[in-house]
């Protein structure tokens, strides 16, 4: 008998509670499902389910068994909607949540592009820096910058987030070009307010050997580009994201310092809500903005 009918009904049956209802689920009578039960059973050589008049239950072997059935039947119907979802337009409200400085400076093309291809699908794209909860939000995807707690939901790598230490040569002729880590602590910095650590930078050397950096910020900002301005400004030493301040660095507008000293970098991913379907429009768009970024970013190009 067809195997994965088989499994299907064998599923059923465990999530319904009979056969009957099973049966009735793929148009079978309840003798023809008992059928499709006993063949996969017979094959094993193993009692999945034991039955009486008024109920089902799972053996041991059974209870093992449907867990992962449930994970294969799940994912052949995953394969059939993707290769279904080939054939379709993609259509509706598609929600996406960014940080501002990542947003405006580096999915504005990709989006536009993305929705050229995609003319059926309307996008709106909030860019905030604070934490926004998906569900309350009814946001689809959410691009995330830096170590994620532990949460329901899923992730997908799509860049690094490497970090760096810079300034404009201006001001390092003025101040003095720092040697060691200890010569940033009466320098004028240059801090993100929105970070976990604002106030305190850590460095390591060639050792591992980790330099913690506190001491008086000359500039908070909970904009990267208000911090990005103040240093082409010559106002101090700014500690951030390549992915605000590589163009710069690439352009000569900002050198780096203590650049044989080694920051811990980031991760730039998309999350989404945990589904059992992972709607196709999440999914293109995600599987876009990872090939976008595939490789060494632009940003780290300097």
Not at 187 to 192: E, T, V
Request: hydrophobic share 45%.
């Amino acid at each position: 008998m067809d195997r994965f009918m088989s499994l299907k009904v064998f599923s059923a049956a465990v999530e319904a509670g009979s056969l009957v209802a099973a049966g009735r689920r793929f148009g079978l009578s309840a003798s023809m499902a008992g059928k499709y039960l006993s063949a996969l059973e017979a094959e094993l050589s193993v009692r999945l389910i034991q039955r009486s008049t008024r109920s089902l239950s799972l053996t041991e072997a059974g209870r093992a068994y449907h867990a992962r059935c449930q994970r294969i039947l799940e994912a052949l119907e995953e394969a059939d909607r993707e290769a279904s979802d080939t054939q379709h337009a993609l259509r509706g409200k598609l929600r996406i949540c960014a940080p501002v400085t990542f947003g405006s400076l580096h999915m504005a093309q990709p989006l536009a592009r993305f929705m050229a291809e995609h003319p059926q699908l309307d996008t709106e794209i909030v860019l905030d820096d604070r934490y926004v909860d998906l569900h309350t939000a009814g946001i689809d995807i959410a691009i995330r910058i830096g170590r994620l707690p532990d949460s329901e939901l899923i992730a997908r790598h799509l860049a690094p987030c490497r970090m760096v230490l810079c300034a404009a040569p201006g001001f390092l002729q003025r101040e003095g070009v720092p040697l060691r880590p200890e010569d940033l602590r009466d320098s004028p910095r240059l801090a993100f307010s929105e970070a976990v650590s604002a106030r305190a930078w850590t460095l390591s050397d060639a050792q591992q050997q980790p330099h913690l950096i506190e001491g008086p910020i000359r500039l908070y900002a909970n904009n990267m580009q208000m911090l990005l301005a103040a240093a082409l400004a010559g106002l101090g030493i700014a500690y951030g994201p390549t992915f605000v301040f590589g163009q710069a660095l690439a352009a000569g507008d900002l050198v780096r310092v203590l650049p044989d000293f080694s920051i811990p970098d980031l991760t730039i991913q998309a999350v989404y809500p945990t589904a059992r379907y992972v709607p196709s429009k999440v999914r293109r768009f995600i599987d876009y903005m990872a090939a976008e970024f595939e490789g060494l970013p632009a940003w780290d190009c300097f």
